[in-house]
Nanobody, 123 residues
Framework: QVQLVESGGGLVQPGGSLRLACAAS????????IAWFRQAPGKEREGVSC????????VYADSVKGRFTISRDNAKNTVYLQMNSLKPEDTAVYYC????????????????WGKGTLVTVSS
């Protein structure tokens, strides 16, 4: 069964930190660029970050740049999203997805999607 499973979501206070994980089963992440997306209840899904398969180059949305860090551990078949200095506007369901290239990742189809993990940033 090909699957991506996100974990690590929860409730945090503004300024807090959270680390999300995206674990793959049924396939290996080595061949793929992995992207994180998020969607708040009344908003469209937006791209958050992406890490390439070949060289580890990373891409970040302007809204999270300097606060979030994406990384991968191919030995664990897992990609992480470290989120620091969290803001209420970061509240969303976060999804990971697999594609081939980070360039233009917000506008191309993903091969696989996870089901999402909820991040709530609130006092």
């Amino acid at each position: 069964q090909v699957q991506l499973v996100e974990s690590g979501g929860g409730l945090v206070q503004p300024g807090g930190s959270l680390r999300l994980a995206c674990a793959a089963s049924g396939f290996t992440l080595d061949y793929y660029a992995i992207a994180w997306f998020r969607q708040a209840p009344g908003k469209e899904r937006e791209g958050v970050s992406c890490i390439s398969s070949s060289d580890g180059i990373t891409v970040y949305a302007d809204s999270v740049k300097g606060r979030f860090t994406i990384s991968r551990d191919n030995a664990k078949n897992t990609v992480y999203l470290q989120m620091n200095s969290l803001k209420p506007e970061d509240t969303a369901v976060y999804y990971c997805a697999a594609t081939y290239y980070c360039s233009g990742y917000t506008g191309v189809p993903m091969n696989y999607w996870g089901k999402g993990t909820l991040v709530t940033v609130s006092s």
